[in-house]
Nanobody, 120 residues
Framework: QVQLVESGGGLVQPGGSLRLSCAAS????????MGWYRQAPGKERELVAGITRGGNANYAGSVEGRFTISRDNAKNTVFLQMNSLKTEDTAVYYC??????????????WGQGTQVTVSS
């Protein structure tokens, strides 16, 4: 069984910063791509940032230059450093990981989500 547990969400003023963490645990052989998604009320879930096992990152245009994704492969953890936060960044943030347990195939797992609220 695999679990992804996010932490680091909260309430922050516009212009502030937050750092999200997501740790994977359980029977894991290895982890491929990892990413952060977000879903605001009334909107569809969208990709915020993704990172390969080798460290290549990609970002949504709306967060480019403000957010940084990173990972620690030894600890099965992915991070999202969010700077210069805007009210439109308010959403529930979910981490996703492509995890291989046994055999040659892998599948995607989701965390439970962490609320980020940007408000004055």
């Amino acid at each position: 069984q695999v679990q992804l547990v996010e932490s680091g969400g909260g309430l922050v003023q516009p212009g502030g910063s937050l750092r999200l963490s997501c740790a994977a645990s359980g029977s894991i052989f290895n982890i491929g791509d990892m990413g952060w998604y977000r879903q605001a009320p009334g909107k569809e879930r969208e990709l915020v940032a993704g990172i390969t096992r080798g460290g290549n990152a990609n970002y949504a245009g709306s967060v480019e230059g403000r957010f940084t994704i990173s990972r620690d492969n030894a600890k099965n953890t992915v991070f999202l450093q969010m700077n210069s936060l805007k009210t439109e960044d308010t959403a529930v943030y979910y981490c996703n990981a492509d995890i291989r347990q046994y055999g040659p195939s892998s599948r995607g797992y989701w965390g439970q989500g962490t609320q980020v609220t940007v408000s004055s």
